[in-house]
């Protein structure tokens, strides 16, 4: 059967998600088209991007020197800005939104698309951790689809589907448990921008690679499970299994579990996002890798990485906590990146600012959770300004 291919904007495309999105897009042009491409400030890589893949609307988040762009298509019109990248999800022939710039500076137009009834293949999961009821709702509305590319969260989809909602007795996410499973508390103390770094099944961009150290990123992710199937933070556990095959798993009330397996390539959950209902024929290798040796399974331990405790508590808050615990956390993670505190000072920050942070309880408005943000952002740097820089 012949059909149109399907329009496909991205943001954050010169990132380690939109670069795998444009492997499986570039393998599949009778499927695909890119019609917007969207990035932070790298003009050079994007404008590579431009070159191959020709979409009417190049987004950059700030203004730049007509003479910076030299090589750009001459029928791609570049955009700047939050207004740019209204105008990107909103591009001719655009039916799928890849939400994948780092950061909450997408949120409106993200949103916003999903209002339009656009499918938003998600891979931010900040954006549902700050704003997860708008943007649920506003897909809803919309009558388009939010579909998860986050690697557990396309498990727990596949393994949802054709399921009863009621018939789920909880979820159980896992986490590979991140470079520190297995440090002590004061050797995680000493690690370094290098150790965090070294994720041993994944390969991502730094701030989600740093979030899984600290385990950060399987907090955020119980809170995206939690706005994507609509069950609560009690329901929804974390097991931590290193070898990084099993995805997730969905128990039902009769006692029966179902999970999704693959081997640890993204681009598998971002083309299903992408192609659903159907599957793309990634022909890659499958799991035969993974089928001599054992798969282990346990728990968390909350204690050495009390980034995840701190997540259920802001979870079960409500309100604007997940906003403030988000902001936080990123802030903190720029710190470390930039070596001006501890990996350990990491959920300490987010603790204190949390504690700390005065903003409305209200968070009935968009505005409200952004303005929470904007709070929890000005607490964090006043504590991160008093810290002093560790030395050595
Ligand atoms: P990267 O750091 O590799 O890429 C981030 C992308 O966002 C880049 O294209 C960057 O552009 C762009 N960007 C940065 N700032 C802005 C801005 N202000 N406006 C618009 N675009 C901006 O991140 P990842 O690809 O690893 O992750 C992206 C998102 O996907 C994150 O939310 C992450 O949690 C999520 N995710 C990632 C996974 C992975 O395997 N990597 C797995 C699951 C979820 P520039 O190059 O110009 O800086
Ligand atoms: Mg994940």
Redesign the pocket.
């Known amino acids: 059967m012949n059909r149109k291919p399907s329009g496909v904007a991205i ?8 670069l795998n999105a444009l492997d499986v897009i570039g393998r599949f042009p009778d499927r695909f088209r890119v019609t917007a491409l ?5 003009v050079r ?2 404008l590579a991007l431009a070159e191959k893949f020709r979409p009417s609307v190049l987004c950059l ?1 700030e203004p730049v020197a007509p003479s910076r762009l030299k090589g750009l298509p001459s029928r791609t019109r570049v955009v700047f800005g939050e207004e740019g ?1 209204h105008e990107a999800v909103a591009a001719k022939g655009t039916d799928i939104v890849l939400a ?4 909450v ?2 949120i409106r137009p993200v949103i916003a698309a999903a209002g339009a009834g656009k499918r938003i293949a998600l ?4 954006l549902l951790v700050m704003a997860g009821k708008f943007l649920v709702e506003a897909s809803r509305l919309g009558g388009g689809e939010l579909l998860p ?3 557990e969260h396309s498990a727990i989809f596949q393994a949802i589907e054709g399921h009863r909602r009621e018939d789920i007795k909880r979820i159980l996410l896992t986490a590979s448990g991140g470079p520190f499973r297995t440090w002590t508390v004061a050797r995680m103390r000493t690690a370094t921008v290098a150790d965090a770094l070294g994720h041993p099944t ?1 390969r ?5 690679t740093i ?1 899984s150290a600290t385990l950060m990123n399987k907090g955020l992710e119980m809170i995206e499970a939690a706005w994507l199937f609509g069950l609560p933070p009690s329901r929804i556990d974390v097991v931590v299994h290193p070898q990084s095959v099993v995805h997730s798993m969905v128990e039902y009330r009769d006692g029966g579990v179902i999970a999704q397996l693959g081997p640890a390539d ?1 681009r598998i959950p971002i083309g299903y996002a992408l192609s659903w209902p159907g599957r793309l024929p990634l022909d890659g290798p499958g799991i035969a890798n993974h089928l001599q040796g054992a798969w282990t399974f346990g728990k968390p331990d909350m204690r050495r990485f009390p980034a995840l405790a701190l997540a259920y508590t802001a979870a079960e808050a409500g309100g604007t906590a997940p906003a403030v615990l988000n902001a936080a956390n990123e802030m903190a993670v720029e710190a470390f990146l930039a070596g001006r505190i501890r990996f350990t000072d990491i959920a300490r920050i987010v603790a204190r600012t949390i504690e700390t942070t005065r903003c409305g309880s209200r968070s009935d408005t968009l505005q409200a959770v952004l303005d929470a943000d904007a709070a929890a952002r000005e607490e964090t740097g006043c504590i991160l300004s008093r810290i002093r820089i560790p030395r050595g």
């Open positions: 943001l954050g495309a010169t990132g380690s998600i939109g969207c990035a932070g400030k790298n890589s994007l988040c990248m994948a710039a780092s950061g500076s997408s891979a931010n999961k900040e590319v986050d690697s994944w991502m961009g730094a701030k989600i979030d993204m």
